[in-house]
């Protein structure tokens, strides 16, 4: 397996184990990035910045979304539903924004915290739904059987 094309490339389908070892290797990493930018203090002199963290989220994000593209592939969707999913994630952050801003422009501060608890707390369980919808597809539920329109079953060589 050319490793460097399965992390690069969108091409292709992969089975849950890819995914899965992305994800606990971008668990181990970001650890170890995490525990390097406490040992060198990165926090302390660069106003919060965690530099490592940084480092590391940046060079992770496009194997992420190789992965996670490829992870729809095998189960016959389109690699356009991890736009579809990014966007769902954020709709609930930018509802809850356009209230608040609105609130202050509107200058109810007054009832603010009344009005905004339930809106915060639905859109909470929109994201939460999003999410655990997007994670039952990426890591729980198995890939089309054979050969689909995005390459042959990555389960046919084993």
Same mark, same amino acid.
């Not at 608040?100 to 007054?110: D, E, N, V």
């Not at 809106?119 to 994670?135: E, K, M, S, W």
């Given at each position: ?7 690069? #490339? *969108?091409? +292709? ?6 995914? @899965? ?5 971008? !668990? ?19 106003? +919060? *910045?965690?530099?490592?963290? #940084? ?8 194997? /992420?979304?190789?992965?996670?593209? =490829?992870?729809?592939?095998?189960? +016959?969707? /389109?690699? @356009? @539903?991890?736009? =579809?999913?990014?966007?769902? /994630?954020?709709?609930?952050?930018? &509802?809850?924004?356009? $209230?608040?801003?609105? &609130?202050?422009?509107? =200058?109810?501060? #007054?009832? /603010?915290? *009344?009005? $905004? =608890? %339930? ?13 655990? *919808?997007?994670?039952?597809? $990426? ?10 329109? !995005? +390459?042959?079953? %990555?389960?046919?060589?084993?």
């Amino acid at each position: 397996m050319n490793w460097l094309k399965f992390f690069i #490339s *969108y091409e +292709g389908r992969t089975q849950r184990a890819g995914y @899965w070892l992305m994800i606990a290797l971008g !668990y181990l990493v970001f650890v170890a990035a995490e525990l390097l930018d406490i040992l060198f203090r990165t926090n302390e002199f660069l106003n +919060g *910045y965690a530099l490592f963290e #940084s480092v590391f989220l940046f060079i992770i994000l496009w194997p /992420s979304l190789v992965i996670t593209v =490829k992870r729809f592939h095998d189960t +016959g969707r /389109s690699g @356009w @539903w991890t736009l =579809k999913f990014l966007l769902l /994630s954020l709709a609930p952050i930018f &509802i809850v924004l356009v $209230l608040i801003f609105g &609130i202050i422009q509107l =200058k109810l501060l #007054s009832v /603010s915290f *009344y009005v $905004l =608890k %339930p809106i915060t707390y639905l859109a909470g369980f929109l994201l939460l739904g999003v999410q655990v *919808y997007q994670f039952v597809i $990426l890591a729980i539920l198995p890939g089309t059987r054979g050969p689909n329109d !995005y +390459g042959p079953d %990555p389960l046919e060589r084993f």
